[in-house]
């Protein structure tokens, strides 16, 4: 049985689904009840890793933990060794945990320093151990959604500024497979789509999908940070609008692992924009 934390979200959601279409027993974990059906051989379990005790029946049985830390978590100050010592207390054997690519390119960011510690845990734990480690991903579009919706207009920061923005669906499938088949322990993989794409260019692929011309309005920096103060903390802000607009050339280059894990190439903006369209319409 496999067990995936932040099974409500972009990278969760899929990974339940991948995993119970290869036939695996899936433990799906989230705080709030998820929004979709379960396939077949899932289950739901609520719990909180921020809470690592509430893990238990969670992890009872389970072979394999998919660790996503998010939200309160990120700026809380629980041990992060609690959730593999209680995945190694319970019998798993292998954990996957979704880190992020600014652990290799900006090493001492402080926004990064609660995911730093969670490779650490992982790193020093006794379970087969892989980190992945996502660039941008294409579903931080949805922060344009509602202005797509009633305005036709994306209202964002640094329009002409390029960065290759991965699928989560391929982060899930990467994912999927380390969980469940040998060769990639003490792996840490760095996971990119295809090509570096501007916010304009990821616009125009919205235009292309919805079929109806979107217009771009650039944010300054200051207008960037002043909306984003309304749902993030401030370090995280500063660490994000560093990324989005002064990427490192280590952020903007294409990694090859997602092809060389799923032996095929990684999904483009324009795709994930034509499966997600329902949200832009
Ligand atoms: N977005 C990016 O560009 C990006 C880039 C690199 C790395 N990452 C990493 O990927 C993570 C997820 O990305 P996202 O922004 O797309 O988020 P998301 O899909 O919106 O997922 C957040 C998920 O985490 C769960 N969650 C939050 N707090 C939790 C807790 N204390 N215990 C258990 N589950 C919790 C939520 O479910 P419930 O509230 O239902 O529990 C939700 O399903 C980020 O936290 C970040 O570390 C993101």
């Known amino acids: ?25 899936v433990t799906a974990v989230s705080r709030s009840p998820l929004r979709y059906d379960l396939p077949e051989g899932a289950r739901h379990v609520r719990a909180d890793l921020a809470d690592p005790a509430t893990l238990g029946p969670a992890l009872d049985g389970a072979d394999a933990l998919f ?22 207390e319970a019998g798993v054997r292998r954990v996957v945990l979704l880190s992020s690519q600014i652990n290799g390119t900006r090493p ?7 995911l730093r510690e969670f490779e650490e845990a992982v790193r020093s734990s006794g379970l087969d151990w892989t980190i992945l480690r996502p660039g941008g991903f294409a579903s931080n579009a949805y922060a344009w959604s ?11 920061p640094f329009a002409d500024v390029a960065l290759p923005v991965v699928d989560p669906a391929d982060i899930a499938e990467v994912a999927a497979v380390a969980l469940r088949g040998e060769g990639h322990s003490g792996r840490t993989y760095e996971l990119t789509g295809p090509a570096a794409v501007t916010p304009r260019e990821q616009a125009a692929a919205l235009s292309e999908a919805i ?18 103060a309304r749902f993030m903390p401030e370090p995280v802000i500063e660490g994000t609008l560093d990324i989005l607009g002064e990427p490192l050339p280590a ?8 092809e060389k894990v799923l032996g095929r190439p990684a999904g483009t903006f324009a795709g994930w924009a034509r499966r997600n369209v329902h949200a832009f319409k």
């Open 67 to 88: 660790v996503l830390p998010a939200g309160e978590l990120l700026g809380g100050s629980a041990p992060a060794v609690e959730v593999p010592a209680a995945a190694e």
């Open 211 to 228: 079929g109806e011309e979107v217009g771009y309005v650039e944010l300054t920096r200051e207008q960037a940070r002043e909306h984003m």
């Open 146 to 156: 509602e202005t797509v919706r009633t305005r036709r207009t994306v209202i964002a």
């Open 251 to 258: 952020e903007q280059r294409v990694s090859p692992d997602v």
């Open 1 to 25: 049985m496999i067990v995936v934390t932040g099974a409500s979200g972009n990278v969760g959601r899929p990974l339940v689904e991948a995993l119970a279409l290869a036939g695996e027993k």
């Open 108 to 114: 001492e960011a402080a926004s990064h320093v609660r």
